[in-house]
């Protein structure tokens, strides 16, 4: 997906790798939350380490911004719990895209998704799947 001029979200940032591939891949604005403030740390100094841009901060209980873009690398259960605090985030016609699935767990993320955004999946490699959908 294109992400030039887009605004992005990294849900669950951990080092940050996701919101500085978005910095370099030409995004506007990109935004990092997490729940662990040693990650977001690490997230800050890997980004400014790498010369890119991006905010972070701790978990997201401030953040009422929707983004064109929200991606999450978590596994299936903390993202089948944070569903609607995901969803809440992305902006109508935006794209969410979700890793650190396995593929037995398709299912339970579909149903765990699907009152905002119908996921399919996108890419699977060695049992793991990237699952992606479009909010309407």
């Given at each position: ?69 929200v ?15 995901i ?11 979700l ?30 799947v ?7």
């Amino acid at each position: 997906m294109p992400l030039a001029d887009k605004t992005v979200l990294d849900y669950g940032c951990g080092s940050g790798i996701l919101a500085m591939a978005a910095s370099a891949l030409g995004a506007a604005n990109v935004f990092g939350v997490d729940i662990d403030p040693q990650a977001v740390d690490t997230a800050r100094q890997n980004t400014a380490a790498n010369g890119l841009a991006a905010r972070y901060a701790v978990s997201d209980d401030a953040l009422e911004q929707r983004f064109d873009v929200v991606v999450a690398n978590i596994l299936a259960g903390p993202l089948t719990v944070l569903a609607p605090a995901i969803c809440q985030h992305v902006k109508s016609g935006g794209q969410l895209a979700l890793a650190g699935i396995l593929a037995p767990q398709i299912e339970r993320i579909q149903e765990a998704y699907a009152p905002w955004i119908a996921m399919s999946v996108t890419a699977e490699r060695e049992g793991w799947v990237r699952m992606t959908g479009t909010r309407t």
